[in-house]
């Protein structure tokens, strides 16, 4: 299975069925009946007219699409919690005409051409705030943020929903300190995209304090060019405590100043609040522009002195089967600076050429003028905590390099294969990972993805870690569903003749 599918998957809205003493809600734009929600020729006809106290734990709130689509310029303010046997539903509708796309455009706040006000909200300030929400099947355009989760929101769940062309943050969930952030939000099946070029920091998704987050088998995709804004990541949590992120497929394209995966992971005591990082496609396309750029990574696991001030420790990481390429200048693989297991993942650089943008002047497309370390650290970590990766860069000055590392009692940099192999013990692969696309030569790179080709050398020679990933929750199968068994292919992808 290709990328597409995972596109074909998010249209896909699943339908639960649900008890017939429960009540259903509906909201229609075009409805001309009583206005109370009882039934589609009586719905709320805003979401401004949903009556919260009116909503129960196990209700329904269904939104109309209309026969094709139906446009709502307004957003939602969520303001009523379900239990955990019941929570409480706001979804796209399944029933004739009005099954059409529910899309939320925030165009109508634009002051000088900016969004001004979010998509879908959950805020009670500093309180206690909702609980047991799921939003599903809804479409948002144009907005500051697409979701935005403040305070104490727990236990809230995005499926199915597709955020595009935000002007700020994709997803938002903050607070001021990790106990009153938002916790075990889980978001699934989300399609989020930037827009290409806004003079301003656009991360597909932000958390500041939060706990027990999931992110899954979704779409996140940072185009954003632009010159003038900060770091647009595709993932930046600062902190979080308990985080699994699998099965994503994630994208800076090229001239997207930003990091595709920088999270900052804390611990109370050090022993839980894991974070793990399975079966993702990670995907930095380098920066071409002109210029002195600071270098950048595509994955960059991390823990800041800032809160060891606030008494906290690094969060253990486990970073398994995935993915991680790089194309052009200024970018390594991977940075780690948390206490990491990596195994099983590929870690790349291809030199590629800009074919989709302007040329760099001075670069040296042969030997790399600007090329990095494809795998950096922060602190000398033992090489048994990286073992069967696959690392490579297609620069002709060298294979691989990095470091600096502890292993076979030496410390230091590995300049070479030969070093990590021979001085310091290192295990794995050194070699191209033959994937299906040609990286570096695509026009859209939103639509690359790490399948291999039949004969690359990461297929079989990876780790078995059966026990270790489905200890943790999680499936022994690849970003796409397919089944490992003992000998697994290194990477987020198994081959399929």
């Not at 070029?197 to 996140?220: C, E, H, M, W």
């Amino acid at each position: 299975m290709r990328f597409f599918n995972i596109l074909c998957m998010l249209v896909l809205f699943q339908f639960c069925s649900h008890s017939d003493n429960i009540t259903d809600y509906y909201v229609d734009k075009n409805a001309n009946g009583n206005n109370n929600g009882t039934s589609w020729s009586n719905a709320w006809e805003s979401f401004s007219d949903i009556e919260w106290n009116q909503i129960q734990p196990g209700n329904i709130i269904y939104i109309s699409g209309g026969t094709d689509s139906t446009v709502y310029n307004e957003n939602l303010y969520v303001q009523a919690s379900g239990t955990a046997a019941n929570p409480i539903t706001i979804r796209n509708s399944y029933d004739a005409n009005h099954n059409g796309k529910v899309i939320l455009d925030g165009t109508y706040s634009f002051v000088s051409g900016v969004p001004t006000v979010d998509a879908i909200v959950f805020d009670k300030g500093n309180g206690p705030g909702e609980e047991y929400v799921t939003i599903k099947g809804l479409e948002l355009w144009n907005w500051r943020r697409g979701i935005y989760l403040r305070y104490a929101t727990n236990v809230i769940t995005f499926d199915s929903v597709r955020i595009i062309n935000f002007h700020a943050r994709g997803i938002d969930l903050i607070a001021n300190d990790i106990d009153e952030g938002s916790d075990s939000s889980t978001f699934q099946n989300m399609y989020i995209i930037s827009p290409i070029d806004v003079p301003y920091q656009t991360d597909a998704f932000y958390v500041k304090y939060g706990s027990n987050v999931i992110l899954r088998d979704s779409y996140l995709h940072i185009r954003n060019r632009s010159d003038v804004n900060s770091h647009s990541d595709v993932i930046q949590t600062n902190p979080v405590r308990g985080f699994k992120v699998y099965n994503n497929v994630m994208i800076c394209d090229s001239n997207s100043y930003g990091i595709v995966y920088i999270a900052g992971a804390i611990s109370d005591d050090g022993t839980g609040d894991s974070v793990i990082i399975y079966n993702n496609y990670m995907y930095a396309g380098g920066v071409w522009r002109n210029g002195s750029e600071p270098w950048l990574n595509a994955l960059n696991p991390e823990f800041a002195q800032r809160w060891a001030a606030l008494g906290f420790v690094p969060a253990p990481h486990y970073i398994a089967h995935n993915t991680v390429v790089v194309q052009g200048p200024w970018f390594a693989a991977a940075h780690i600076v948390a206490p990491t297991t990596m195994v099983n993942n590929i870690l790349v650089q291809f030199k590629g050429s800009p074919d989709h943008t302007p040329p760099l002047s001075g670069f040296d497309y042969v030997n790399g003028y600007l090329w990095m370390e494809n795998f950096r650290n922060s602190g000398v970590p033992d090489v048994d905590s990286m073992k069967n990766n696959l690392m490579w860069t297609e620069w002709s000055t060298g294979k691989f390099r990095g470091g600096p590392f502890v292993g076979n009692g030496n410390s230091g940099k590995a300049y070479s294969w030969s070093d990590w192999v021979n001085t310091f013990g290192g295990t794995g692969v050194n070699g191209d990972p033959l994937f299906v696309d040609k990286i570096g030569h695509v026009a859209d790179q939103g639509t690359l993805d790490g399948e291999l080709q039949s004969g690359s050398p990461a297929i079989n020679a990876g780790e078995d870690i059966q026990a270790l990933i489905e200890g943790m929750g999680l499936p022994w199968t690849d970003i796409n569903g397919n089944p490992r068994d003992s000998t697994p292919d290194i990477g987020a992808y198994q081959y399929v003749p």
